[in-house]
């Protein structure tokens, strides 16, 4: 099976739009959601609809949290926190439960997978760092069965793989083809949909064949200019605006 691997779309049409065109290009079947729909971005309705339309497996993100009250914005910063506040006074009830309704994570959308936004042990914790990723590995080969776990939440792609033994992991091309090989484990972060913070303003997201057992990143333009409108538009903070042109 063909698995699209969607992560913090935050609300981008646009980027979603492009997106789903493209995995509809790569045959894809299924879909896997790692957090955050809403948040920074005008279109919290519409990415809602879609994503869980087609989604089989899902998990809240921290903005999922925060926009239906599960999760303080006191720690958000001032633009995360008037998107937050934004989405809550101008979103239909319906999206709303519909995003009260996402399950913590970690899930498990099949055997060997692991589906989580922060962290498998902490669903608002970033995954950035060496220290960070030796500690998931750890918390994997402790699990016992996870041999994939796809994250989100730093809206930067990551490709990292541990070979048994006592090497320390390696990183991965973040945009070629991987081959998840036995006895390996694997932490996996598509990027983001709608707010890339690599330097690249493409649309980022993932590609699995269950089958073949293999992964690519897929980078994707979109109407950027056209978000960064409705952005302004909507009286959001244009801030918020201006780093989607840079990917930042």
């Known amino acids: 099976m063909i698995v699209a691997i969607l992560g913090d779309v935050h609300g981008n049409r646009e980027a979603l739009e492009a997106v789903l065109t493209a995995a509809a290009r790569e045959d894809a079947e299924g879909f896997w959601f790692l957090g955050d729909l809403v948040g920074y971005n005008p279109d919290p309705d519409y990415c809602v609809a879609e994503v869980l339309?087609?989604?089989?497996h899902a998990v809240r993100g921290n903005?999922?949290?925060?926009v239906t009250g599960l999760l303080s914005?006191?720690?958000f910063n001032p633009m995360a926190r008037e998107a937050v506040r934004w989405t809550r006074r101008t979103a239909?009830?319906?999206?709303?439960?519909s995003v009260e309704g996402l399950p913590e994570g970690p899930q498990r959308p099949l055997p060997g997978f692991v589906l989580?936004?922060?962290?498998?042990?902490?669903?608002?914790?970033?995954l950035i760092g060496e220290t960070?990723?030796?500690?998931?590995?750890?918390w994997m080969r402790n699990d016992g069965?996870?041999?994939?776990?796809?994250?989100g939440?730093?809206?930067?792609?990551?490709?990292?793989?541990?070979?048994?033994?006592?090497?320390?992991?390696?990183?991965?091309?973040?945009?070629?083809?991987v081959a998840f090989e036995p006895g390996c484990l694997y932490l996996v972060n598509p990027g983001s949909v709608g707010q890339p913070r690599d330097g690249n303003p493409k649309a980022s997201f993932g590609i699995l064949d269950t089958d073949r057992l293999t992964y690519r990143t897929l980078r994707v333009a979109y109407a950027v200019q056209e978000t960064m409108r409705k952005i302004e538009a909507a009286g959001l903070p244009r801030e918020l605006a201006w780093r989607l042109s840079g990917g930042a």
Do not use: I
Request: charge should be positive.
């Open 53 to 56: 339309s087609r989604a089989s």
């Open 63 to 66: 903005h999922d949290k925060a």
């Open 73 to 75: 914005v006191r720690w």
């Open 92 to 97: 239909r009830a319906d999206t709303l439960r």
């Open 116 to 126: 989580c936004h922060g962290t498998p042990w902490d669903e608002d914790e970033y």
């Open 132 to 138: 960070a990723v030796v500690e998931a590995f750890r």
């Open 145 to 151: 069965k996870a041999r994939v776990c796809f994250h």
């Open 153 to 177: 939440h730093t809206h930067r792609p990551l490709c990292c793989r541990l070979r048994g033994g006592p090497e320390r992991p390696e990183a991965l091309p973040g945009e070629g083809l």
